[in-house]
């Protein structure tokens, strides 16, 4: 079974400050990882994904997620944020050796609100 | 703009009514799918097609009947729908070789 964590259900920081948004998994075999960002009345946008390869994955709109092996966590982080970047943030996984194989799970979302 | 496409974008429908919902895909991905987000809930997979074959109903109630009659649009058939099936209906589409799915905007579904 596959499945998804996203501990905060709200995320408060100032524009210009660093964010980060939490995000930890279980799976069998590998992950693919992925970030996906909603805007109100909007549907989800692909921000990122962690296939294989290096850790440090940068996406789109300055951000970037890390995948943490040891620690299940795929943390989605930016330098610095911005008001623009207030929306509803969601995490998901895929288990690379699951033969249900389209099916994504994903967490229940965190919303970012960042702050003038 | 994501290349996938919902209609209509809101609707407001009785439980005894019949409505259809539709998705229109311009990426060429084999794979679509219907979501269901709900207020204070994670979003729900319904149902998956891969090559117009249905490969995943997720114990979705039968007043939900999907359609996909070719690859590049998928339906969504309501009928006799409960006050607690409001929410919103997003398609997604996925290509195989990519394994990243894209969303449509959503259809705001209201059952009164």
């Known amino acids: 079974a596959q499945s998804v964590a996203q501990p905060e259900d709200q995320v408060n920081v100032a524009e210009g400050n660093p964010l980060t948004v939490k995000c930890t998994y279980s799976?069998?075999?590998?992950?693919?990882l992925f970030w996906y960002v909603q805007y109100p009345n909007r549907g989800l946008q692909f921000l990122l994904k962690?296939?294989?390869?290096?850790?440090l994955v940068k996406g789109s709109y300055g951000f970037e997620a890390e995948f943490n092996k040891s620690q299940t966590s795929f943390h989605l982080k930016k330098p610095s944020a911005l008001v623009s970047d207030s929306a509803l943030y969601f995490c998901?996984?895929?288990?690379?050796?699951?033969?249900?194989?389209?099916?994504?799970?994903f967490g229940g979302g965190t919303r970012l609100m960042v702050k003038p | 703009e994501t290349g996938v496409t919902q209609t209509p974008r809101h609707l407001v429908m009785g439980m005894t009514n019949k409505k259809s919902l539709k998705c229109e895909q311009h990426?060429?991905?084999?794979?679509m799918y219907w979501y269901k987000q709900s207020a204070k809930k994670p979003l729900e997979l319904m149902f998956v097609?891969?090559?117009?074959?249905?490969?995943e109903n997720n114990s979705v109630p039968s007043r939900f009947s999907p359609e996909c009659p070719n690859s590049s649009h998928l339906f969504l058939h309501l009928h006799t729908l409960q006050p607690e099936d409001s929410a919103l209906y997003l398609c997604?589409?996925?290509?195989?070789?990519?394994?990243?799915?894209?969303f449509g905007p959503g259809t705001r579904l209201t059952v009164l």
């Open positions: 998901a996984v895929r288990d690379m050796n699951n033969n249900a194989g389209n099916m994504l799970t």
């Open positions: 097609y891969n090559f117009k074959e249905q490969t």
């Open positions: 997604a589409t996925k290509n195989s070789d990519t394994d990243t799915q894209y």
């Open positions: 990426l060429g991905h084999n794979a």
């Open positions: 962690y296939i294989t390869g290096d850790n």
């Open positions: 799976v069998s075999g590998n992950p693919y």
